[in-house]
Nanobody, 127 residues
């Protein structure tokens, strides 16, 4: 069975840090695109950070660049999102997803191309 299970969401104060984890089962990240997305009520889901096997670059949305870091542990089939200097506007449910291989930016922007979604983990940044 294919699954993506996120964890690590929490309530944190402005300027704090969190690390989200996403463990995949039933498939391997190698040969795919993977990424983190987020959604707040009433707004469309958006790509936060993505990478793929065929693209050496990691894509970051402008709103999180220099604050968030995506990393992958292929041995553990786990992708992480290190989030630093959190802002109130980072409050959202965060999802990880797997897609076909392709340019990292495209993985984040083409939500219709996602093969698998996790159920999400909630991040709340309070003042």
């Amino acid at each position: 069975e294919v699954q993506l299970v996120e964890s690590g969401g929490d309530l944190v104060q402005i300027g704090g840090s969190l690390t989200l984890s996403c463990v995949a089962s039933g498939f391997a990240f190698d040969g795919r695109g993977i990424g983190w997305f987020r959604q707040v009520p009433g707004k469309a889901r958006e790509g936060v950070s993505c990478k793929s096997t065929s693209d050496s670059n990691t894509y970051y949305a402008e709103s999180v660049r220099d604050r968030f870091t995506l990393s992958v542990d292929n041995a553990k089939n786990t992708v992480y999102l290190q989030m630093n200097n959190l802002k109130v506007e980072d409050t959202a449910v965060y999802f990880c997803a797997a897609t076909p291989d392709g340019p990292a930016r495209g993985v984040c922007e083409n939500l219709s191309g996602v093969n698998y979604w996790g159920k999400g983990t909630r991040v709340t940044v309070s003042s």
